[in-house]
């Protein structure tokens, strides 16, 4: 069974970094995609970054593009998110997720629905 845990969020002033973890575990294929969603309250979830097991280049939501870099480790267990030059509209829950059965140029963090599994959430707030 596929578990996405994610951890390193955090209260920063705006300007300051943090980098987000994601332990993945139980995938039994060897390709996926995965990538960071984030949801403020009241708003709808939305996508960040993502990026593929094997090949093509990370995608990065306009907001963020610059500022987050998105990474898997060569074991391919450990998704990262580098956020540097936070704003407070950072601020949210952010949320780790991996897809199976998706083609590599179609890896792309636009849509919740296009991903199977998710973690539980890490909170990140920046205040100005």
């Known amino acids: 069974q596929v578990q996405l845990v994610e951890s390193g969020g955090g209260s920063v002033q705006a300007g300051g970094s943090l980098r987000l973890s994601c332990a993945a575990s139980?995938?039994?294929?060897?390709?996926?995609?995965m990538g960071w969603f984030r949801q403020a309250p009241g708003k709808e979830r939305e996508g960040v970054a993502s990026?593929?097991?094997?090949?093509?280049?990370?995608y990065y939501a306009d907001s963020v593009k610059g500022r987050f870099t998105i990474s898997l480790d060569n074991a391919k267990t450990t998704l990262y998110l580098q956020m540097n030059s936070l704003k407070p509209e950072d601020t949210a829950q952010y949320y780790c997720a991996a897809a199976r059965g998706v083609a590599y140029f179609l890896c792309q963090a636009k849509s919740p629905e296009q991903f199977n599994y998710w973690g539980q959430g890490t909170q990140v707030t920046v205040s100005s």
């Open positions: 990026v593929y097991s094997r090949r093509g280049s990370p």
């Open positions: 139980g995938f039994t294929y060897s390709s996926y995609c």
